[in-house]
């Protein structure tokens, strides 16, 4: 079982809905990630927070906002989304983003978007 | 995934010995993953590699060249459930990790 737990696991919506996906993680990772992945795609990095800061963002379109309430908890925030943001949504932690291997990506079984 | 190759697909035999391999940019370099991902599955961490060398964790192993830009994922006594796609995973200094495109591995009795 993963230790990253992403909900929902399905979720359908339309262009003008406004909706959330959520990402929990309690392994004290210090660092949480947002992919996208489209079929037969590797994962596209979107944002990377670092002790609950934002430190990365991958010039991310401003339909997709995210949010770290607290060290364990990552959001994505959606709203007027389009049919070609139909995707796996991945969340990932890590112990941090520098220093050996401590970059370990620990990926949740990923959020199934579509848009219609 | 940009600047870093790996080949599509590769087809191997069961109990075979399999290679895949990576090249990366160097600039930047704080290390190299690879990661197994089933199909309909999240990606899960196979390795990691920062200096030059082998690291061999059971029936996988990982080699990096640091100078030469260059990685491979070695399968040993490859098995049915080995079928899967293999990433790349190439960390920067940044903090980011950028995945290659990802190499399909099918596996045949």
């Known amino acids: 079982d993963t230790e990253v737990t992403q909900t929902p696991k399905h979720l359908v919506m339309g262009m003008t809905n406004k909706k959330s996906l959520k990402c929990e993680q309690h392994m004290g990772h210090r660092a949480m990630y947002w992919y996208k992945q489209k079929a037969k795609k590797p994962p596209e990095l979107m944002f990377v927070y670092s002790y609950e800061k934002l430190s990365i963002n991958e010039s991310v379109p401003s339909r997709f906002s995210p949010e770290c309430p607290n060290s364990s908890l990552l959001n994505l925030h959606l709203h007027a989304l389009q049919p070609e943001d139909s995707a796996l949504y991945l969340c990932a932690s890590s112990h941090g983003t520098s220093g050996g291997n401590a970059g370990e990506l620990f990926f949740g079984e990923g959020s199934r978007l579509t848009v219609l | ?109």
């Open chain 2, 1 to 109: 995934g940009q600047n870093i190759d790996q080949p599509t697909e590769m087809t191997a035999t069961e109990g075979a010995i399999v290679q895949i391999n990576c090249t990366y940019q160097t600039s930047g370099f704080n290390g190299l993953f690879w990661y197994q991902q089933h199909a309909g599955e999240a990606p899960t961490f196979l390795s990691y590699n920062v200096l030059d060398g082998l690291e061999e964790k059971g029936r996988f192993s990982s080699f990096l060249s640091r100078s030469k830009g260059y990685s491979y994922l070695l399968l040993k006594e490859l098995q049915m459930k080995d079928s899967a796609s293999y990433l790349c995973a190439e960390k920067s200094n940044a903090g980011k990790s950028t995945f290659g495109d990802g190499t399909t591995l099918t596996v045949k009795p």
